[in-house]
């Protein structure tokens, strides 16, 4: 069974074209389709999420495998549209069969397959069809350079307070974090964020990483992070790095240089409980 699994991937590793500027090594590929077949073998239909081995990808090519016309939602084989979870919005842009457009209004993930939710009254296209995809890259990287901006807060607070991340959220170019912080003060703030932002000027390089879950849970920066609360089922672990400051288990899309994230303002401080503190920053 392993030795016909490892046959078939090795096959499609062959098969899959490989690009120098990708953050995915070809072991990281590896681990990616192993995930896949595994799913197959179980009978899951599982959505490719190309977002997951390139953030930059802007457009792609998808096969129709399941429309819900009363929904209004199409399924495909694989997306580059990234759905609303983790804290970060999900993506919007269309996808195009020929001269017609199917707005792409909602994008969300249920169990391994994404749903597109299709805006307009265009008849939806049928099952098996093939389908381009555009993203609404102006949002998309918008998004990337918040979200790796908090990723550089939570690093620079760990590593300069011990105090860990506990929630939060964000939206175009801001957001919020809550922290395991006691007190929280105006100077410690104006602090905090000046060594924000002398981290995203050190143009620290962000890495990719997709992981078995047995590997991952070894590594202490992760387990710190709380990574013993993803549920068993998940057998392969994505991890986002910002070389030499932050290391979380995370599915979301990122910039590869913290110095595109620009600058960040913390705009608010709030405390949420005794030792439950809330930042609020914009990115400029």
Request: net charge neutral.
């Amino acid at each position: 069974m392993l030795s016909e699994l490892k046959m078939v991937v090795n096959k499609k590793l062959q098969k899959t074209p490989f690009r120098s500027n990708l953050s995915m090594t070809k072991s990281e590929i590896y681990c990616k389709l192993v995930s896949n077949e595994l799913c197959k073998e179980k009978g899951k239909l599982m959505t490719d999420l190309l977002y997951h081995s390139d953030s930059f990808l802007k457009e792609f090519e998808a096969k129709i495998v399941n429309v819900d016309t009363e929904s209004r939602v199409i399924y495909l084989d694989r997306t580059a549209f990234y759905p609303v979870g983790g804290g970060q919005p999900c993506d919007l842009g269309i996808l195009s069969r020929g001269e017609t457009i199917f707005p792409v209004e909602r994008v969300k993930k249920q169990g391994d397959e994404v749903l597109h939710f299709i805006g307009g009254k265009e008849s939806l296209p049928l099952k098996g069809r093939e389908m381009h995809g555009e993203i609404d890259w102006e949002r998309r990287y918008k998004l990337m350079r918040t979200h790796t901006g908090m990723h550089i807060l939570c690093g620079v607070i760990f590593r300069d307070y011990g105090a860990s991340v506990t929630g939060g959220d964000m939206e175009l170019l801001k957001g919020r974090m809550d922290f395991e912080f006691e007190t929280l003060r105006a100077d410690l703030v104006h602090i905090i964020e000046s060594a924000v932002n002398q981290e995203i000027e050190a143009s620290r390089e962000v890495r990719v990483k997709i992981l078995p879950r047995e590997e991952a849970f070894k590594i202490p920066d992760l387990i710190r992070t709380k990574i013993n609360l993803l549920p068993e089922g998940i057998e392969m672990v994505r991890t986002v790095e910002i070389v030499g400051l932050d290391l979380q288990a995370d599915g979301g899309t990122h910039v590869r240089n913290s110095a595109e994230v620009g600058r960040i303002r913390i705009v608010d401080y709030k405390s949420k409980g005794a030792i439950n503190k809330r930042i609020y920053v914009e990115v400029e």
